[in-house]
């Protein structure tokens, strides 16, 4: 079982950056999938979900109209487009299976001027 994300780095306040999970070893397209983050010196939190078809999601407060939560069940992959990023959105983001609870290993995301 393997959960890769990618696409982090550092970008500027109001920039963008879109994650994604590759996912495989496991059914994808039979679970549901979430991204959570983790900032220096706070607990993990929940910033998205998504069905196993894709058909419905669900955001934090913090992240909502800039955040968006996708899947490709045919690419195995779930992404996280990330707009307007603030510096509070700082962290290490990992994504998540429901059902089984198989974790990434995480990528970081950097807001600063």
């Known amino acids: 079982v393997q959960l890769v994300e990618s696409g982090g780095g550092l970008v500027q306040p109001g920039g963008s950056l879109r994650l994604s999970c590759v996912c495989s070893g496991f059914n994808f397209r039979g679970y549901g999938m979430r991204w959570y983050r983790q900032a220096p010196g706070k607990e993990r939190e929940l910033v998205a979900i998504?069905?196993?078809?894709?058909?419905?999601?669900n955001y934090e407060d913090s992240v909502k109209g800039r955040f968006t939560i996708s899947r490709d069940n045919a690419k195995n992959t779930m992404y996280l487009q990330m707009n307007s990023l603030k510096p509070e959105d700082t962290a290490m983001y990992y994504c998540?299976?429901?059902?089984?609870?198989?974790w990434g290993q995480g990528t970081q995301v950097t807001v600063s001027s």
């Open positions: 998540y299976t429901d059902g089984p609870g198989y």
């Open positions: 998504i069905n196993s078809a894709g058909s419905s999601t």
